[in-house]
């Protein structure tokens, strides 16, 4: 039973355009989230996170939001640029395991020149 | 800066053999992980460690075993490879440090098992 899921394997964008990521949980226990991007051949790179007790974060280009009733997170990318194009995971950790994270299935993003 | 390394980028290995996969951090971490990566299912905890000679299992631990000799190093081991382990390998590490602790992947190992 997949905690953390991404239900969108692929979207693409155009260039300078917004991208929207989404990501649904089911532990209510979950109470810090982050999203990670990676390229191919690459290890996963840590992008930005979001704790429980906010619902916005925002870094530059990036921003989550967080739904806690919706148990719904969601990256925004603005404005998309090529480079942008990679896989991006979802995570979770809980307040019992703070080390560990679980993953989501992760989401293609393609962002078209 | 963080810096985690994998003995190799890509190996090929046969059914029944024997194989490890190596990983090393230079900051200190207290927590070290071994995830593989396959297409539609994300990654997947298979082990991790929280100090030198303590380790737990993860999700999937069938089929692997784990070493933590060393702070920096944490070996993961198919004992007797099988097709159904050809993957990607990723290793990550995390200081304890603070509450919520980022995890730091390494490249990766594209694992093939023929």
């Known amino acids: 039973d997949q905690q953390v899921k991404q239900n969108s394997p692929s979207l693409s964008v155009q260039e300078g355009r917004i991208s929207i990521l989404n990501c649904d949980y089911t532990?209510?226990?979950?109470?810090?989230f982050l999203w990670y991007k990676k390229y191919p051949a690459e290890g996963p790179t840590f992008l930005i996170s979001i704790s429980s007790i906010k619902d916005k974060n925002e870094d530059g280009r990036f921003t989550v939001f967080l739904n806690k009733s919706a148990k719904h997170l969601s990256l925004h990318i603005v404005p998309s640029q090529p480079g942008d194009s990679a896989v991006y995971f979802c995570a979770a950790s809980d307040e019992d395991s703070s080390y560990k994270l679980i993953f989501g299935s992760g989401t293609r993003l393609l962002v078209r020149p | 800066d963080v810096k985690v390394t994998q003995s190799s980028r890509y190996l090929v290995k046969r059914t029944g053999e024997k194989v490890f996969l190596e990983c090393v951090q230079d900051?200190?971490?207290?927590?070290m992980f071994w995830y593989r990566q396959d297409p539609g299912l994300g990654l997947r905890l298979i082990y991790f460690s929280y100090d030198v000679k303590m380790k737990e299992k993860g999700d999937i631990p069938e089929g692997y075993s784990v070493s933590r000799e060393k702070k920096e190093r944490f070996s993961l081991i198919l004992e007797s490879a099988s097709t159904n382990q050809t993957s990607m390998y990723l290793c990550?590490?995390?200081?304890?440090?603070?509450?919520?602790?980022?995890?730091?992947f390494g490249p990766g190992t594209r694992l093939t098992v023929l």
């Open positions: 900051m200190d971490h207290e927590n």
């Open positions: 532990n209510s226990m979950f109470d810090y």
């Open positions: 990550a590490s995390s200081s304890s440090a603070g509450y919520y602790n980022e995890q730091f």
